[in-house]
């Protein structure tokens, strides 16, 4: 709402305790519980929708927004599920539609200055990539006993299309469910949006052909793992000199390997979320964030001729609003789904990997499956119970 000219018209919300402000600071604003009753009552007075729901729901609101002729803003990973994901993607690009996936710090300066770099070609043909996240979006505990949902949640509506279960305290709602299987995508579905978006975009990537977990799988089957070590093969490209690259993601505290520490003069100039992208004829260090400095390195020292930091515009809102006005000559938002729609696709591929660990997941974009693992195929498309089936999905 910092977007200046914008109206917050409605807003569905499933939980009464979360609203008892909004009111007062926006006295015109309809609230709804249900957010399909909003949409069939308040799609004429819309132009866009903003989606900042648990992972599970993002997919189906989306599409019926969509649906309804709006333009969408949806949070990053943008879906729970590589097939929701690309029917997102190919209903949005059919449809010619302005969408924006939440990745608010690709409006930072050290993004834009990575993307730059790296489009370039400063570091010769790329590589390999390292990339490092502190968070341990996880749990390695049980859930606690069922116990009822607080006055005000409508528990329900909350699950929407996931398989009835009861409600535990201290879980799923509000903030925990990142950490939980059925509704968040654990620290790399997360961050990992955010970490892959400049090189990513910088170098033009696409779908991944391999992906391996090397860390722990979860201690049962409702928990993401708290340390997580995943391994892409993604094709080069013109960009990044075509050369086949290995990227890996570190979090829960986990390091690079030694060699990689070495290349950047030692784990001080290691960045602790961000990534290390290793080309032919140097190496980047590329920090997380709205600030921060990209360095370049050669031979394990910092390039005397140092990077030029680019400042970038910062504010992401405003840059889907502008798309959604057409103030900005046809272009689309920096994150639109046509690209960043296949980036989410590659970070879930890799929270699947973690599911199951040990193999080495062969990827076939085309046919949307994996051609060496019937476990993993049943992650990309999960069933909506029933009751909570939508057209398009």
Known sequence: MAVPNTSLVSVAEVDDNHLKDLSATYPGTKVYKDWRVMLDKEAKNLDAVVIGTPDHMHAPIAMNAMQAGLQIYCEKPLTRTVYEARKLREYAEANELVTQLGNQNSQGDPNQTTVQVLRDGLLGAVTEI????????????????????????????????????????????????????????????????????????GLDLDAPETIESFGPSGVNDESW???????????????????????????????????VLKAIGGIQNLTRSG?????????????????????????????????????GPGDHHG??????????????????????????????????????????????????????????????????RKGWEFAGL
Not at 158 to 187: I, K, Q, Y
Not at 282 to 296: A, N, Q, W
């Open 225 to 259: 793992p708290t340390e997580v070590r995943v391994r892409w093969e993604i094709p080069g490209s013109k960009v990044s000199g075509g050369k086949r690259i290995k990227v890996t993601w570190h979090d829960g505290g986990q390091m690079p390997p030694e060699y």
């Open 319 to 384: 840059n889907f609003a502008a798309a959604v006005r057409d103030e900005n000559g046809g272009k689309p938002p920096l994150c639109h789904w046509g690209y960043s729609g296949r980036m989410a696709e590659a970070v879930l591929l890799g929270t699947y990997s973690v599911r199951v660990p040990g193999v080495k997941l062969q990827w076939d974009t085309s046919n949307l499956r994996f051609t060496n693992s019937e476990a993993a195929n049943a992650l990309v498309r999960e069933p909506y």
């Open 275 to 311: 990534s290390v992208i290793i080309g032919e004829q140097g190496v980047l260090v590329s920090p997380h964030g709205m600030s921060g400095k990209v360095r370049l390195f050669n031979g394990g020292k910092e390039a005397k001729e140092a990077v030029q930091q680019l400042t």
């Open 130 to 201: 390292h990339c490092m996240q502190q968070k341990t979006w996880g749990s390695m505990d049980p859930l606690e006993p069922p116990s009822a949902p607080p006055p005000g949640l409508d528990w329900d509506l909350w699950l929407g299309v996931r398989p009835e279960r009861p409600f535990v305290a201290e879980e799923f709602h509000p903030r925990m469910w990142r950490s939980r299987l059925g509704f968040g995508c654990g620290n790399l579905g997360d961050m990992g949006c955010h970490i892959f978006h400049p090189w990513y975009l």
